[in-house]
Protein backbone atom coordinates (compact mmCIF):
# COMPACT_ATOMS: atom_id res chain seq x y z
CA UNK A 1 0.00 0.00 0.00
CA UNK A 2 1.17 3.28 -0.84
CA UNK A 3 1.81 6.14 1.55
CA UNK A 4 -1.06 8.29 -0.16
CA UNK A 5 -3.41 4.84 0.38
CA UNK A 6 -2.56 4.74 4.07
CA UNK A 7 -2.87 8.70 4.22
CA UNK A 8 -6.25 8.50 2.57
CA UNK A 9 -7.53 5.85 5.04
CA UNK A 10 -6.42 8.00 8.18
CA UNK A 11 -8.04 10.69 6.76
CA UNK A 12 -11.27 8.96 5.87
CA UNK A 13 -11.41 7.19 9.91
CA UNK A 14 -10.44 10.60 11.37
CA UNK A 15 -12.82 12.88 9.37
CA UNK A 16 -15.83 9.94 10.05
CA UNK A 17 -14.85 10.08 13.78
CA UNK A 18 -14.77 13.68 14.01
CA UNK A 19 -18.32 13.78 11.82
CA UNK A 20 -19.79 11.34 14.92
CA UNK A 21 -17.83 13.47 17.43
CA UNK A 22 -19.62 16.41 16.59
CA UNK A 23 -23.35 15.16 15.93
CA UNK A 24 -22.80 13.89 19.60
CA UNK A 25 -21.45 17.76 20.58
CA UNK A 26 -24.75 19.22 19.02
CA UNK A 27 -27.06 16.27 20.70
CA UNK A 28 -25.27 17.63 24.02
CA UNK A 29 -25.50 21.42 23.18
CA UNK A 30 -29.11 20.54 22.70
CA UNK A 31 -29.93 19.12 25.51
CA UNK A 32 -28.43 21.93 27.20
CA UNK A 33 -30.90 24.73 25.19
CA UNK A 34 -27.96 25.62 22.94
CA UNK A 35 -30.03 25.47 19.61
CA UNK A 36 -27.32 27.87 18.40
CA UNK A 37 -24.02 25.97 19.34
CA UNK A 38 -25.85 22.66 18.44
CA UNK A 39 -26.45 24.49 14.67
CA UNK A 40 -22.93 25.05 14.72
CA UNK A 41 -21.35 21.49 15.39
CA UNK A 42 -24.36 19.92 12.98
CA UNK A 43 -22.88 22.76 10.09
CA UNK A 44 -18.99 21.29 10.94
CA UNK A 45 -19.94 17.49 11.11
CA UNK A 46 -21.93 17.91 7.75
CA UNK A 47 -18.49 19.23 5.91
CA UNK A 48 -16.65 16.27 7.84
CA UNK A 49 -18.50 13.93 5.81
CA UNK A 50 -18.37 15.54 3.16
CA UNK A 51 -14.47 14.35 2.98
CA UNK A 52 -14.92 11.67 4.40
CA UNK A 53 -16.91 10.61 1.69
CA UNK A 54 -14.68 12.07 -0.98
CA UNK A 55 -11.57 10.40 0.46
CA UNK A 56 -13.72 7.06 0.11
CA UNK A 57 -14.46 7.53 -3.35
CA UNK A 58 -11.06 8.21 -4.37
CA UNK A 59 -9.73 4.75 -2.34
CA UNK A 60 -12.30 2.64 -4.53
CA UNK A 61 -14.29 1.60 -2.15
CA UNK A 62 -17.95 3.04 -3.45
CA UNK A 63 -18.73 0.12 -6.21
CA UNK A 64 -21.85 -0.99 -7.98
CA UNK A 65 -24.98 -0.69 -5.61
CA UNK A 66 -24.97 -4.36 -5.77
CA UNK A 67 -21.33 -4.47 -5.08
CA UNK A 68 -21.82 -2.43 -2.09
CA UNK A 69 -24.89 -4.43 -1.04
CA UNK A 70 -23.19 -7.76 -0.78
CA UNK A 71 -20.00 -5.50 0.63
CA UNK A 72 -22.27 -4.50 3.44
CA UNK A 73 -24.09 -7.42 4.58
CA UNK A 74 -20.59 -9.17 4.41
CA UNK A 75 -19.25 -6.49 6.89
CA UNK A 76 -22.50 -6.69 9.36
CA UNK A 77 -22.22 -10.50 8.99
CA UNK A 78 -18.44 -10.32 10.56
CA UNK A 79 -19.52 -8.00 13.59
CA UNK A 80 -22.63 -10.57 14.15
CA UNK A 81 -20.34 -13.49 14.24
CA UNK A 82 -17.26 -12.02 15.42
CA UNK A 83 -16.87 -8.49 16.80
CA UNK A 84 -19.82 -7.49 19.11
CA UNK A 85 -19.66 -11.18 21.05
CA UNK A 86 -16.14 -10.82 21.61
CA UNK A 87 -16.63 -7.11 22.75
CA UNK A 88 -19.89 -8.13 24.86
CA UNK A 89 -17.41 -10.65 26.57
CA UNK A 90 -14.85 -8.57 27.66
CA UNK A 91 -17.12 -5.34 28.65
CA UNK A 92 -19.20 -8.26 30.66
CA UNK A 93 -15.81 -9.67 32.29
CA UNK A 94 -14.31 -5.91 33.13
CA UNK A 95 -17.79 -5.04 34.66
CA UNK A 96 -18.45 -2.89 32.63
CA UNK A 97 -22.29 -3.35 32.06
CA UNK A 98 -22.87 0.41 29.79
CA UNK A 99 -20.51 -0.98 27.62
CA UNK A 100 -21.99 -3.94 27.13
CA UNK A 101 -25.23 -2.56 26.85
CA UNK A 102 -23.97 -0.05 24.48
CA UNK A 103 -22.48 -3.65 22.31
CA UNK A 104 -25.52 -5.72 22.85
CA UNK A 105 -27.89 -2.56 21.05
CA UNK A 106 -25.49 -2.61 18.62
CA UNK A 107 -25.27 -6.15 17.97
CA UNK A 108 -28.91 -6.53 17.73
CA UNK A 109 -29.32 -4.08 15.37
CA UNK A 110 -26.37 -5.44 12.95
CA UNK A 111 -28.86 -8.36 12.52
CA UNK A 112 -31.75 -6.22 10.84
CA UNK A 113 -28.90 -4.77 9.09
CA UNK A 114 -27.75 -8.17 7.55
CA UNK A 115 -30.88 -8.87 6.57
CA UNK A 116 -32.42 -5.38 5.11
CA UNK A 117 -28.93 -5.58 2.59
CA UNK A 118 -29.40 -9.88 2.37
CA UNK A 119 -33.42 -9.02 0.98
CA UNK A 120 -32.56 -6.00 -0.83
CA UNK A 121 -29.20 -7.79 -2.83
CA UNK A 122 -32.62 -10.94 -3.62
CA UNK A 123 -34.46 -8.19 -5.08
CA UNK A 124 -31.73 -6.84 -7.41
CA UNK A 125 -31.46 -10.15 -8.83
Given at each position: ??R??E?????????S???VE?????????EEGLM???Q??RE?AG??IV??L??LK???VV?????????????E?L???????K??EE??S???E??AN??????????H????FQQ?L?H??
Amino acid sequence: MSRTDENLKIAFANESQTNVEYLAYAHQAMEEGLMEMAQLFREAAGAEIVHALSHLKVMGVVKSTKENLREAAEGESLEILSMYPKFIEEAESEGREEAANSFRIAFEREKHHRSMFQQALKHMG
